[in-house]
C-alpha cells in the first residue's frame, strides 16, 4: 500500500509541474488583443476607397478591408477609375472619417496583403450593408468568410431591381467583378429621356408624386442627389 501511495504521490506532482510549464508557456506569447476578439473598437483615421479604410487600433495604424463587398476601383494602378467608385468612396468618408467604429471579424483575420478582414459598424449600422442597399458596391465571396453572404445577396437583389447605382448600368457589374468595356460604352454622349422632364428642387418631385427618382428617370440630375448615391429626393 505504501509503495502504491508514492507511485500516486510522484505520479500527481509531475501532472502539478507539467500543467504549471504549460501555464507558463502561454503566458509567454501573449496575443494582441484584438486578434483574440470578435468585435473590437477603432478609429478611422482615413479611406481609401469604399471598401477599404485606415484606422488606429492598439496605438498603431491598420488597413481594414471590408467582408463581403467589392466597390468599382478609384484608386487600383493597373485600373481607370471607374463608375461608381468615387460615390463609394465619398460615401465612405462622409459616413465614416474621423469616427469610431465597431470591428466585427468572420474566420480569417487578415488577407493575404495584410489587412485586417471586418465588417464595419457605425452608429449601429453595418457599412457594408449600406453599400449594397445604395449599389455602390457588389457582392463579393471568399470563403470562409461568408457568415452574412445570403444577407448580403437579398440587399443586392433590392439594389438591382431598383437598378441603383452600379447596377443602372447594363452589364456592367457581374459574380466576376466590373466590366470596364460596359462602363466606357455607357459613359459615351447618348440622348437622354431625363431633358424631358426638369424639376428644379425636391419639393416638385413629392407634388409630383414621383419621389424619390433613381439615376436614369425622367427629371433626375445630380443636383437633387445630393449624397450622390444614385437616388435623389430619398
Known amino acids: 500500500m505504501k509503495k502504491w501511495s508514492g ?7 509531475a501532472a502539478i509541474i507539467i500543467s504549471g510549464c504549460g501555464n507558463l508557456q502561454a503566458a509567454s506569447t501573449p496575443a494582441s488583443p484584438a486578434e483574440n476578439k470578435i468585435f473590437f473598437t477603432a478609429k478611422v483615421t482615413g479611406v481609401v476607397d ?25 484608386v487600383h494602378p493597373n485600373k481607370p477609375v471607374q463608375p461608381f467608385g468615387p460615390e463609394a468612396s465619398a460615401l465612405a468618408k462622409k459616413t465614416l472619417e474621423g469616427k469610431e467604429v465597431k470591428l466585427e471579424r468572420d474566420v480569417s483575420q487578415r488577407d493575404r496583403y495584410g489587412r485586417i478582414l471586418a465588417y464595419v459598424y457605425v ?4 457599412f457594408n450593408e449600406v453599400l449594397l442597399e445604395k449599389g455602390l458596391a457588389r457582392v463579393s465571396v471568399f470563403p470562409p468568410d461568408v457568415k452574412y453572404v445570403d444577407r448580403f445577396r437579398e440587399i443586392q437583389k433590392k ?10 448600368i447594363e452589364d456592367y457589374a457581374s459574380d466576376h467583378g466590373y466590366d470596364d468595356n460596359k462602363a466606357q460604352i455607357s459613359s459615351e454622349p447618348q440622348p437622354s429621356r431625363n431633358e424631358e422632364v426638369y424639376y428644379g428642387k425636391c419639393a416638385e418631385v413629392q407634388a409630383a408624386g414621383k419621389a424619390p427618382l433613381h ?3 425622367p427629371g433626375y440630375r445630380s443636383g437633387l442627389d445630393r449624397d450622390g448615391d444614385g437616388i435623389a429626393c430619398e
Open 7 to 13: 507511485i500516486s504521490a510522484m505520479v500527481l506532482a
Open 50 to 74: 469604399g471598401d477599404t479604410i485606415k484606422v488606429e487600433l492598439e496605438g498603431k495604424e491598420e488597413t481594414v478591408r471590408m467582408i463581403l463587398v467589392d466597390t468599382p476601383e478609384t
Open 123 to 126: 452608429d449601429d449600422q453595418m
Open 159 to 168: 439594389a438591382q431591381k431598383a437598378r441603383l447605382g452600379i447596377w443602372s
Open 215 to 217: 439615376r436614369g428617370d
